[in-house]
């Protein structure tokens, strides 16, 4: 839907490896941060009000990811709610955080950004 809720209310967390070209990662390094050992997140999104550094968006508006085909594996399973026919809370949660409704069914027939 491209709304970039997702991308401005959770912590992007990665394993190590998806920044380890010599291991196949893709992510760039440098737009990520330790977390733990064996753990990475994307810089800015573990603040307290989080927004991932490869975002740019006007939140509800229009989003695009700077990094899209190299973003983190999270990134790629967390699905806008009803894309595949299935609700996610995780993103009604997030669009909550910036006032919008959570998405129905009906909103992926007619409508090609959010």
Known sequence: MRCGACCAAFRVS??????APELGGHV???????????ELAMRGTS?????CIALEARI???AHCRIYPQRPQVCRDVMPAWENGHD???CNRARA?????PLQPQDWLT????
């Not at 409508?111 to 959010?114: E, G, M, R, Y």
């Open 60 to 62: 509800g508006r229009h």
């Open 97 to 101: 955080r910036y006032g919008l409704p």
């Open 88 to 90: 996610n809370p995780q």
């Open 28 to 38: 760039p390094i440098e737009l990520t941060e330790p977390v733990r050992l064996h």
């Open 14 to 19: 990665l394993h190590w490896s998806e920044a």
């Open 47 to 51: 603040q307290p009000a989080p927004r």
């Open 111 to 114: 409508t090609t950004s959010t």
